[in-house]
């Protein structure tokens, strides 16, 4: 019985293993974050849910934001009496990570072992491609299938031009289209919303993620709002990220409006987010193309007949440039290897400039 309890919160065999491997489980058991605040965590256990701290060797180890537990973590717990402690934090599956917020970089876990992100955007001033491109590389990076979910179908007035906007800017990835309020197209995300099966929410405020957690769950559990009539922005209405169970058996990990996504990682997400430009860059006639104005290029020459959008290679090429300037922030010998790239394109330039 606790066995298949575990496994409604998305207990699986890479967790099962993790946990064969602690040295001293004794008289501890698997809970699994479902809110986390601060200080204090919410945790559902087998048995139940109850109230959790960090041990004080966990304070001391988990220094970095990235290694504190973050909600749908997987967790040692010790289920004392009075508040329970949580002791190791398991291996994650998956990560949703971004750079946090500010001038510090640093990652914040946004969602941990998600199976499917479902990236929501509305159909009304919201809508922007170029958003979508930028959280499909944090998904990909991740570890968890993206969706794209199109919501407020009944604000556009052509609905099929938007959706193939956004086939172009997420190749390959499944895009939905709901009208979350009226309660049309929901049944169409079951096939992601299974028994044991985890599922976050991401967007920006306004965009009807509330709204689409009440109608999953058929009741009002969210508070929702109207957005500004000025601008077709909201206002923040879920104030922190919870992990919800749902009648079909499925979890939903519900987050805030964010109002920036700044990347980190590598350029494994970046890669398979922009796909179709990976593909074209093989026939480029330099190997550290750029794409820029380098003679030969590939991609440019996809722009130039119309079978690549100009703004999708700008909005690669600006990505790329903020992973690649994260990760050589800290790091002398990758500065000044940039540099180094940098005098050879422009070097190669002066040789072959541009014709026109």
Known sequence: MAKQALEELGWSPFFAEAWSDLSSPEGRVPARVVVAHARVLRVRAAEGERLAELSGRLRQAARASVDRPAVGDWVVLHPRAGRALVEVVLPRRTAFVRRAAGNVTEQQVLAANVDTVFLVMGLDRDFNPRRIERALVLAWESGA?????????????????????????????????????EGEGLEALAPWLRRGRTVALLGSSGVGKSTIVNRLLGEERQKTREVRESDQRGRHTTTHRELVALPSGGLLLDTPGLREIQLWGTEEGLATAFEDIQALAPGCRFRDCAHQSEPGCAVQAAVEAGELPGARLASFQKLQAELRSLEIRDDPLLQREEKARWRSIMSSLKRHPPRG
């Open 145 to 181: 299938d993206p969706v794209v979910l199109l919501n407020k179908s009944d604000l556009c007035d052509d609905i099929d031009a938007r959706r193939a906007e956004v086939e172009v800017a997420a190749p390959g990835v499944p895009v939905r289209v709901i009208a979350a309020k």
